[in-house]
C-alpha cells in the first residue's frame, strides 16, 4: 500500500550548496516510494532536494526551516496534520533511524497518524553512528521541544 504522506530528512553539514550523498541516498528511496497519490515533504535541505527531484509527479511541501532532527520531528508532524495524512513514512538513514523515529512518534502523539520509518540501505559509518548514540542520550533534552 502506498502511503499518503512522505517525509524526507534532509542531512547536511549546513554550509553544503549541493545536496550530501546521504541527503541524496535518502531522496532516492523517497522516490522509489513516491506515486502520483503522494505527498511528499521535504524537510531540512528542501530547495536541493526539490531541485533534485526525479520521482514521480506528486505535490512538494518544502520545509526549509529545520535545521535538527528536533525541528524535522516538529515541522513533518505539523504538516502531516494539516493534511490530514494517515500513514506518515519518514525516510532516513537506518543509523539515524531510532531517533528519528522517537521524536516523529512523540511529535505525532494523539493524531491518529500511522507512522512507519523506511530506510536507505547502505554502510553505518562509525562516526555518524557514534553521533546518534550521544544525540539519543540528550532525548529528555529535545522531546519537550516538539511542543
Known amino acids: ?65 529545520a535545521r535538527s532532527t528536533v525541528d524535522n520531528a516538529r515541522n513533518v508532524a505539523a504538516a502531516a496534520r494539516e493534511l490530514g495524512a494517515k500513514e506518515l513514512v519518514v525516510v532516513t538513514s537506518r543509523w539515524h533511524r531510532l531517533r528519528a523515529g522517537i521524536l516523529l512518534k512523540a511529535a505525532l502523539r494523539g493524531s491518529g497518524i500511522r507512522v512507519r520509518i523506511a530506510t536507505t540501505p547502505g554502510p553505518r559509518p562509525l562516526r555518524l553512528v557514534a553521533r546518534e548514540w550521544a544525540c539519543l542520550a540528550l532525548l529528555p533534552l529535545q522531546l519537550p521541544r516538539l511542543r
Open 1 to 65: 500500500m502506498t502511503p499518503d504522506l512522505i517525509a524526507v530528512l534532509g542531512y547536511s553539514r549546513r554550509r553544503d550548496t549541493d545536496l550530501h550523498p546521504v541527503c541524496a541516498h535518502r531522496l532516492a528511496h523517497a522516490q522509489s516510494l513516491a506515486s502520483p497519490a503522494t505527498t511528499v515533504i521535504l524537510s531540512g535541505e528542501a530547495e536541493l532536494m526539490r531541485g533534485a527531484w526525479a520521482g514521480p509527479d506528486v505535490v512538494l511541501v518544502c520545509d526549509t526551516e
